[in-house]
């Protein structure tokens, strides 16, 4: 208990030494400069943050903003860019998307505007911000592989691991870590959850697998790349009353699933949260740096926080400006 406290403290200075930013970022102007933020989509809270964070961020530091929204489709999103090249802005933040941004990027760089990425690498990106995609993914596999006591029979939900890198990423280093515990085995074939009403698809997909499973033969369920379905899963365990005997793990920690991680004996135990209104603050900040004549690294990674059990879940729903919860 002292260990995971530790853990949790020394999460929250990080996030802590990190808005620090905001102190060099009292200094910087983007007075003059018309920014384009274009996001993939605004359905999900995570987007949706992260894009108020960077307009936000502009226009506190005297900048203008243009957005536009790809309603979650990533060719929308792409093409999105063409609005901005044709507006003249002075910069782009680009958050998330697929390969189909790479041409317009390199159509922004050509046309002499710089592009600052969200969770998205690119060769074309002046710096790219997000969180440490390799820290959520083996943090999220040692606190689900200490839940179950190091053995157990894992289902997991993993539709996007190959279609965007940083999923990718966390579900690879899940699976890595699960190398020091051979008592965990991972149930074949793996669940692809839609992202549209994702709740809904996790929980009907849930059901059917309880039916193969029954009580002793399935022991977590895992999403490996967000949280959203956790919302669906843990809504299937307790219609089928097996939210005592299959614990629920995820990545993102927004306010929904920290609202459920919170309540008493919930089966959503383990997450790990991130902060998306930050990195969109800090991406505007680095615009602003940028012009400053300040050399940016390649990218720039912001902490993520572990969320272990009830009291963890509503000490960072706090932390993240969510609210409280009792």
Same mark, same amino acid.
Request: aromatic share 8%; hydrophobic share 40%.
């Given at each position: 208990?002292?260990?995971?406290?530790?853990?949790?403290?020394?999460?929250?200075?990080?996030?802590?030494?990190?808005?620090?930013?905001?102190?060099?970022?009292?200094?910087?102007?983007?007075?003059?400069?018309?920014?384009? !933020?274009?996001?993939?989509?605004?359905?999900?809270?995570?987007?949706?943050?992260?894009?108020?964070?960077?307009?936000?961020? !502009?226009?506190?530091?005297?900048?203008?903003?243009?957005?536009?929204?790809?309603?979650?489709?990533?060719? !929308? /999103?792409?093409?999105? /860019?063409?609005?901005?090249?044709?507006?003249?802005?002075?910069?782009?933040?680009?958050?998330?998307?697929?390969?189909? !941004?790479?041409?317009?990027?390199?159509?922004?760089?050509?046309?002499?505007?710089?592009?600052?990425?969200?969770? /998205?690498?690119?060769?074309?990106?002046?710096?790219?911000?997000?969180?440490?995609?390799?820290?959520?993914?083996?943090?999220?596999?040692?606190?689900?592989?200490?839940?179950?006591?190091?053995?157990?029979?894992? @289902?997991?939900?993993?539709?996007?691991?190959?279609?965007?890198?940083?999923?990718?990423?966390?579900?690879?280093?899940?699976?890595?870590?699960?190398?020091?515990? %051979?008592?965990?085995?991972?149930?074949?074939?793996?669940?692809?959850?839609?992202?549209?009403?994702?709740?809904?698809?996790?929980?009907?997909?849930?059901?059917?697998?309880?039916?193969?499973?029954?009580?002793?033969?399935?022991?977590?369920? /895992?999403?490996?790349?967000?949280?959203?379905?956790?919302?669906?899963?843990?809504?299937?365990?307790?219609?089928?009353?097996?939210?005592?005997?299959?614990?629920?793990?995820?990545?993102?920690?927004?306010?929904?699933?920290?609202?459920?991680?919170?309540?008493?004996?919930?089966?959503?135990?383990?997450?790990?949260?991130?902060?998306?209104?930050?990195?969109?603050?800090?991406? @505007?900040?680095?615009?602003?740096?940028?012009?400053?004549?300040?050399?940016?690294?390649?990218?720039?990674?912001? %902490?993520?926080?572990?969320?272990?059990?009830?009291?963890?879940?509503?000490?960072?729903?706090?932390?993240?400006?969510?609210?409280?919860?009792?």
């Amino acid at each position: 208990m002292k260990f995971k406290k530790r853990l949790l403290s020394a999460a929250l200075g990080l996030v802590s030494l990190a808005s620090g930013s905001a102190f060099a970022a009292d200094t910087l102007s983007l007075q003059g400069k018309t920014i384009g !933020v274009a996001v993939v989509g605004t359905q999900h809270f995570w987007d949706r943050e992260a894009y108020k964070g960077a307009t936000e961020e !502009v226009e506190k530091l005297g900048g203008k903003v243009i957005g536009v929204d790809g309603g979650r489709d990533n060719q !929308v /999103h792409a093409n999105n /860019h063409d609005i901005l090249l044709s507006r003249k802005v002075d910069a782009v933040i680009s958050i998330l998307g697929d390969s189909a !941004v790479e041409p317009k990027f390199k159509a922004l760089r050509d046309a002499g505007i710089p592009v600052f990425t969200v969770d /998205h690498v690119s060769q074309y990106s002046v710096n790219n911000t997000t969180s440490d995609n390799y820290t959520l993914g083996s943090t999220i596999g040692r606190y689900m592989a200490d839940e179950l006591g190091g053995k157990g029979n894992v @289902a997991v939900f993993n539709a996007f691991s190959s279609s965007l890198r940083i999923c990718g990423i966390r579900y690879d280093q899940w699976k890595y870590v699960l190398k020091d515990y %051979p008592g965990i085995k991972i149930i074949q074939p793996e669940l692809a959850e839609q992202f549209a009403n994702s709740p809904e698809d996790a929980r009907k997909k849930t059901l059917e697998l309880l039916s193969q499973y029954p009580k002793g033969k399935l022991d977590a369920i /895992h999403v490996a790349c967000w949280d959203q379905p956790a919302i669906g899963i843990v809504q299937a365990l307790e219609e089928t009353g097996r939210d005592k005997d299959v614990k629920v793990t995820a990545i993102d920690a927004g306010p929904e699933t920290l609202e459920i991680m919170a309540e008493k004996e919930s089966p959503l135990v383990a997450n790990v949260a991130q902060q998306p209104h930050l990195i969109g603050q800090t991406s @505007a900040e680095n615009v602003a740096r940028y012009f400053a004549g300040q050399k940016l690294p390649v990218q720039t990674f912001i %902490p993520v926080i572990p969320v272990k059990g009830p009291d963890e879940a509503k000490a960072v729903y706090k932390k993240l400006g969510y609210g409280e919860l009792k």
